[in-house]
């Protein structure tokens, strides 16, 4: 029973220091490259015409993000991401809104810039490893220009959309290899990205 208190004791001073030692690094910034559900929706317009000759270019979503330690638990920081498509197709064959088969050649360039607070919360904390989840809200402004043979594809409107965002970051880690660098990932729902991979630099 002795060896069982002391064992529990043990565990609760190693996880509070883990804590307590974590506490030494405030600011951490980190620079992410990661996929979106939008670049995966864009690359799938190669089956959407099986005549078509498409080209899409995309860069992967990237992101730089700033978080300061409020609390061992508790951090909120400033992300800003940017994620850019490109199209070309000849020969795209679609139905209109009359019901009517069009083909035609086009080009798309479509570019998407979001900038939100984070709110984050710790666990598990130690020198090495930091496991964390919280959610991110600010705006999404969404750049759009388009060169098509036909007149159907009127995107008056939409060219430069500016409008709020929501995300929740479902789960992050970051595994520390020196004192302040690391590396590590996330898994996000919402803009603007589904899943990625980070660099980390803690002080």
Do not use: W
Not at 174 to 196: K, Q, W
């Amino acid at each position: 029973m002795k060896n069982s208190i002391l064992f529990t004791l043990l565990c609760c001073i190693t996880f509070l220091q883990g804590f307590a030692q974590n506490e030494e690094y405030k600011h951490v910034g980190s620079a992410s490259i990661g996929l979106s559900l939008t670049g995966v929706l864009i690359n799938l317009l190669d089956e959407a015409s099986p005549d078509a000759t498409i080209e899409v270019k995309s860069t992967p979503a990237l992101q730089l993000t700033y978080d300061y330690g409020i609390k061992k638990f508790f951090s909120i920081g400033l992300a800003v991401g940017y994620q850019q498509f490109g199209i070309d197709a000849e020969d795209f064959t679609y139905t209109n809104i009359d019901d009517v088969d069009v083909t035609e050649d086009f080009s798309a360039d479509f570019s998407r810039l979001n900038v939100a607070i984070r709110p984050l919360f710790h666990y598990a904390n130690n020198d090495d490893l930091d496991l964390y989840s919280g959610f991110r809200i600010g705006v999404l402004n969404n750049r759009f220009t388009s060169d098509s043979t036909n007149d159907d594809l009127d995107i008056d409107g939409f060219e430069n959309l500016t409008r709020l965002s929501f995300g929740i970051t479902a789960f992050g880690l970051r595994y520390y290899f020196t004192d302040n660098i690391g590396a590590g990932f996330e898994i996000n729902l919402g803009a603007p990205y589904i899943t990625a991979f980070n660099i980390n630099a803690r002080f």
